[in-house]
């Protein structure tokens, strides 16, 4: 199968990240590295690239794609961007722009394996790197149904979170849910065919909870930017693409905390995709730009009171 994914907000992230000829850069969630070549092109000669992504399968795929960029140094980690201000770090390297894309992209969408979309009937994993961590599946078996609600209701503001959440357990009672059907047919039995949106599946915002929760997606993400912040380099810049709520809440309120202490915040206001954007690439909807800038001679490292960029 060949894998496709077009880059969200491409322009825009160029744009505000600005690389130059030289410049160390990070892509956090590499994915098939389309932002990556363009930030690779803008480098070279002799710039520095750190790639990281959990899931291997894009990785390696990456690296396939990324080969021709010779004249730039291209180091790639099979891990989460949470430990990109560690390599960083372990490197002595400060970032001239660090760029996370906080979303899955199209191709784990369309590979019916990943059970990150509920078209296929296949095992209900949803895990970025299948070798790590439990399914999706062991989660909606084993969780409370309070615990279910306010994962649903949290993390994807989904108002019938109730209701599918005492459908998963009774559904359960006879039978462990194993596959995205049985997860969709929770969610059908639980919202009201006359209540249901015209816009989206029903399933939606289900399935980004349960991913979300899967692969603890928003654990330590405000910690992770301020160790970012602090590892960047005098007029480095830190961009985030968001994709919903949740995970925008977190990034404009550490945001607005590294404003606070000396940080400038370029998007008071997020940017968002441009109309003819949407049109061609339905998923970039959703999407929110925010950036943060150090300042020139601010000196190395983060302010104490926002904790240590190791």
């Not at 070279?44 to 750190?50: I, Q, R, S, V």
């Not at 590979?111 to 009937?121: L, Q, V």
């Not at 009774?170 to 047919?185: G, H, S, W």
Request: glycine share 6%.
């Amino acid at each position: 199968m060949s894998l496709q994914h077009e880059p969200v907000m491409m322009k825009e992230v160029l744009e505000v990240l600005s690389p130059k000829p030289g410049d160390v850069v990070v892509d956090g969630t590499v994915g098939l590295g389309g932002h990556a070549a363009r930030m690779c092109d803008m480098i070279a000669p002799e710039g520095t690239l750190l790639a990281f992504d959990r899931d291997p399968e894009m990785l390696a795929e990456a690296e396939l794609r990324l080969a021709s960029k010779q004249t730039v140094k291209r180091i790639y980690f099979n891990q989460d961007f949470r430990t990109a201000a560690h390599e960083l770090a372990a490197r002595s390297l400060y970032a001239n722009g660090i760029l996370l894309d906080l979303g899955y992209n199209s191709a784990q969408v369309d590979d019916p394996t990943r059970a990150f979309s509920f078209k296929h009937d296949v095992p209900l994993d949803m895990r970025f790197n299948p070798a790590l961590g439990e399914p999706a599946t062991a989660k909606v078996n084993r969780m409370s149904q309070v615990q279910l609600e306010t994962a649903i209701f949290e993390l994807a503001d989904e108002k019938w979170a109730g209701p599918i959440s005492r459908q998963i357990v009774e559904r359960r009672k006879t039978q462990p849910l194993r596959t995205t059907y049985d997860l969709v047919e929770c969610v059908l039995a639980a919202i009201p065919p006359r209540a249901r949106e015209k816009r989206i599946h029903p399933a939606t915002r289900t399935f980004m909870a349960i991913r979300i929760l899967t692969n603890d997606e928003l654990e330590g993400l405000d910690d992770a930017l301020f160790a970012l912040a602090g590892r960047l380099a005098d007029g480095g810049t830190l961009v985030v693409l968001s994709f919903h709520s949740g995970e925008d809440r977190i990034v404009k309120q550490a945001f607005r905390q590294l404003a606070d202490n000396g940080f400038i915040d370029l998007t008071r206001k997020p940017l968002v995709p441009g109309s003819s954007e949407i049109s061609r690439n339905s998923r970039s909807r959703s999407t929110k730009l925010r950036a943060i800038r150090k300042p020139v001679s601010a000196g190395n490292g983060i302010p104490a009171c926002l904790g240590s960029a190791s």
